[in-house]
């Protein structure tokens, strides 16, 4: 007899319920838009520990869930783990060409700033 796996499941929005409002209001944080940036520029999943973000952890976890739930980021668990991969396929199927537009809006404002 197998003994079923235990997994724990983060509530996703499916794809048709992914709402432009929720997207852009995600983006709208410097930090959000920070996580999003570093995902994109790695092309993988990346964990959370990978973020160093100037807030508290409980902040940070705001944070991811605001992410997540907008449709933005797919969470999920390797044994202890929780990796973050952006949903760049579903974000491209109901709004062509925004995410690559907004980071490349957000790179151009860092170099005319002078930020990193």
Known sequence: MTTPTRTRE???PPREAILLEGVLHALSDPLRLR?????AAAGRELSCSHFDLP???STTTHHFRVLRESGLIRQTYRGTTKL???RGDDLD????GL???????AR???ERLGGA
């Open 35 to 39: 996580v999003v940036r570093e995902l």
């Open 108 to 110: 151009s404002q860092t």
């Open 84 to 86: 973050n991969g952006l």
């Open 10 to 12: 983060l509530a996703h």
């Open 93 to 96: 199927g109901l709004f062509p």
């Open 55 to 57: 807030v508290t952890k």
């Open 99 to 105: 995410l690559d537009s907004v980071l490349a809006a």
